[in-house]
């Protein structure tokens, strides 16, 4: 199942993980530029909603590039603050806001 979640110049689009695959990995989500943003026609993926470990709640990860250092695998963010360190918790909520309501949508569906 997806669904979209329009916020500005951006949609959330959220496409459920149905095969349970890596366990909880909850959703893959997708953000869509449009309005007057330069990005415009452009989406941005490799966000995932998560399971949190270990208490409840969810987490958000986001894109990130795997390489390897010595047999060793490492990743960087391909997604990062310029100065402020809290810049990512304005989408980091946003996602986690339209997954919300993608939850309340599936549970009214179901019901």
């Known amino acids: 199942m997806q669904t979209n979640h329009q916020t500005d ?3 959330i689009k959220i ?3 149905d095969r349970g695959n890596p366990p909880g990995k909850l959703a893959d989500v997708e953000l869509h530029f449009s309005g007057e943003s330069p990005l415009v026609g ?5 966000f995932s909603v998560w399971e949190r470990r270990g208490g409840p709640g969810r987490n958000v990860t ?8 010595n047999g ?3 990743s960087f963010a391909l997604l990062r603050p310029i100065v402020d360190v809290t810049a990512q918790n ?12 993608f939850e309340a949508q599936v549970t009214v569906a179901d019901a």
């Open 15 to 17: 496409t459920a993980n």
């Open 72 to 74: 060793e695998r490492r």
């Open 62 to 69: 986001f894109p990130a590039r795997s390489y390897s250092v």
């Open 90 to 101: 304005t989408i980091r909520d946003r996602i986690l806001e339209a997954y919300a309501e």
């Open 42 to 46: 452009l989406k941005l993926i490799g």
């Open 9 to 11: 110049n951006l949609r």
